[in-house]
T-cell receptor, first 109, second 117 residues
Framework: KNEVEQSPQNLTAQEGEFITINCSYS?????LHWLQQHPGGGIVSLFM???GKKKHGRLIATINIQEKHSSLHITASHPRDSAVYIC???????????FGEGTQLTVNP | GAGVSQSPSNKVTEKGKDVELRCDPI?????LYWYRQSLGQGLEFLIY????????KSGLPSDRFSAERTGGSVSTLTIQRTQQEDSAVYLC???????????????FGPGTRLTVL
């Protein structure tokens, strides 16, 4: 069992739909990251959070530390949101990030 | 430049040869990370440098892999006696003060795609 699991692995949506990507982890963490990897391979950080909820534009990230679960939501999805979304956790001990396998999101016009 | 740069962008080598991959982090960033992304796989941590501290090498898959960071800036990842299973995209990231998400926000380079024939 991976320490970080994401669901779904693949997600296809129609433009305008509300998207949710889930991340569960099994280790103690100091922070959780959501990353976006575009088809060209470039990776950008979307959120870092250790509690509660953060919002940036149409993106919302939440985390429940007790349940060891985080969600990434995209409101009013758009084809340009098509990318791989990756959840990563920074363990309480150590400096490494442990990554989920990513969720491939395709938003059709 | 303003971002993390890596070179080369692509490297094709023959099995058994040594390769060196370079990472130039964002100026002023004290932390530098190397990751590997094999085809169809998730990202895998390799090594982490923080300032003058001893690096965290716990992710290096074998003793054929090594990395150094000279002068707290540029880093080189060296793979000796390359094997076909080393084929992957090698990504570098750096973090430091002044980032929008906080000092632990990681900025990723474009990666080096390594192909071992």
């Amino acid at each position: 069992k991976n320490e970080v699991e994401q669901s779904p692995q693949n997600l296809t949506a129609q433009e305008g739909e509300f998207i949710t990507i889930n991340c569960s982890y099994s280790v103690g963490i100091s922070a959780l990251h959501w990353l976006q990897q575009h088809p060209g391979g470039g990776i950008v950080s979307l959120f870092m959070l250790s509690s509660g909820k953060k919002k940036h534009g149409r993106l919302i990230a939440t985390i429940n530390i007790q349940e060891k679960h985080s969600s990434l939501h995209i409101t009013a999805s758009h084809p340009r949101d098509s990318a791989v979304y990756i959840c990563a956790v920074k363990e309480t001990s150590g400096s490494r990030l442990t990554f989920g396998e990513g969720t491939q999101l395709t938003v059709n016009p | 430049g303003a971002g993390v740069s890596q070179s080369p962008s692509n490297k094709v080598t023959e099995k058994g040869k040594d390769v060196e991959l370079r990472c130039d982090p964002i100026s002023g960033h004290t932390a530098l990370y190397w990751y590997r992304q094999s085809l169809g796989q998730g990202l895998e941590f390799l090594i982490y440098f923080q300032g003058n501290s001893a690096p965290d090498k716990s992710g290096l898959p074998s003793d054929r892999f090594s990395a150094e960071r000279t002068g707290g800036s540029v880093s080189t990842l060296t793979i000796q006696r390359t094997q076909q299973e080393d084929s992957a995209v090698y990504l570098c990231a750096s973090s430091g003060p002044g980032a929008t998400l906080g000092p632990n926000e990681q900025f990723f380079g474009p990666g080096t795609r390594l192909t071992v024939l």
